[in-house]
């Protein structure tokens, strides 16, 4: 395939594509992967991207650069160039690859082994938890911090942290924590890269109660999402929702961004917080960091630190992998929207071009896989996913988080799944 792809892109720009729809610099030589590649003047030529995760983040800024394209966000999918969606986009919301010109009709053939029908491609998967800048933690834990001992960390040591952090940010002492089996100290002062830090979290409302979070939850019964989607007993699942009624009111005790209710920001301010150094520990896709300004490099991704214990256990994964590793979710679905205009079609085949058949964008693609457990939420339907986020608006509104509070929110959860 990689060689097929190869010879599209050869293609395209013996063809003159490269006149038109410009898809490597002048000179037909792809940009070395660690350099900044030069721009290349295309005056009036506009990207129009919805991709509210920001999972096409990176490859947008390498492409704008590349390429010399201003790339701007759509107000809404129907009115983007080039959408991205967690899923395969509904019937009718996306026009149909295959008929997009021979070039597009052969990638996407190649890619997804449809010669019509076509509505979307895939995007490379990433790990979901908790992500952190590196150079943060470091000033708060000391030159000698290794981000492993916080990665591999139990649930309790976990908790503890938290909540010696949450103690910390309101009065800085010294203070020690302990980090799978090492013992760590919080300053007495603030650090300079630590001046705007208000809070532990942050999480977008989005994904703050369905979505990947709850894929542990449904790992302790099952392995697959089709397994997932086939059913469970209220027994099986309540103990491991209770850990997750746990997950969810530790973040809510120190959250950026937070507003009236208890409701958390929306994606654009949850990214903002993290970004702007008043949270932590962001709770998303690591393919957001590059969104949140942090290089991958720089990015630490602790997995989400559940309570579980071998009671919650019911078939599925072993408390060690339950806990010790994020979850791997799928890049997701990028299409054209059914409505863009012919310029604007033009403008999305150039870029998936270049994504799927230039070395640059393909070095973006065909990284490394994401590692760690599925993402069994994705077995999901969007009525389960909306009323376990009503289930959770009710928990962000609790001024106190008692023992009705969650046997409410872990009733309504599990009449909301399959």
Known sequence: MRRLLAILLAAALLAGCAADLRLLPQGGQDPAPSAAPEATPAPGRVLAVWDETGVLAEALELYAQAQGVTVEPAADAAGAALAVSAAEPADGAALDLTQQGELVQGMAGALTGQQTGCRSLPLAGSAYGYLADRARLTALLGAAFDPADLQNATAAQWRDFVAALEDWLEEPAEASVTLSGKEYSLPAEAPAELAGLEAVF?????????????????????????????????????????????????????????????????????????????????????????????????????????????????????????????????????????????????????????????????????????????DLSAALSAEARAAIDAAGDDLAGLSQFTTAGRRAFTGAVLAALP
């Open 202 to 374: 942050t999480v977008a409302g989005a994904d703050r109660f369905s979505g990947p979070v709850l894929s542990p939850v449904l790992g302790t019964c099952y392995t697959t999402a089709e397994e997932a989607a086939g059913g469970r007993t209220d027994a099986q699942l309540t103990g491991a929702l209770n850990s997750l009624w746990t997950l969810l009111t530790d973040e809510a005790g120190s959250l950026a961004g937070a507003g009236e209710n208890g409701a958390a920001p929306d994606r654009a301010g949850a990214r903002a917080a993290f970004a702007d150094g008043k949270a932590l520990f962001y709770r998303a896709s690591a393919s957001e960091a590059a969104a949140a300004g942090l290089a991958a490099e720089d990015t630490v991704v602790v997995p989400m630190k559940f309570t579980f214990d071998d009671t919650d256990l019911h078939g599925g994964f072993s408390l060690e992998e339950l806990l010790g590793q994020p979850v791997a979710t799928s890049g997701g679905r990028v299409y054209i929207p059914a409505g863009a205009d012919e310029t604007s079609r033009s403008e999305a085949c150039a870029f998936l071009l270049w994504l799927y058949a230039s070395e640059a964008g393909r070095q973006l693609m065909e990284g490394a896989p994401a590692q760690g457990l599925p």
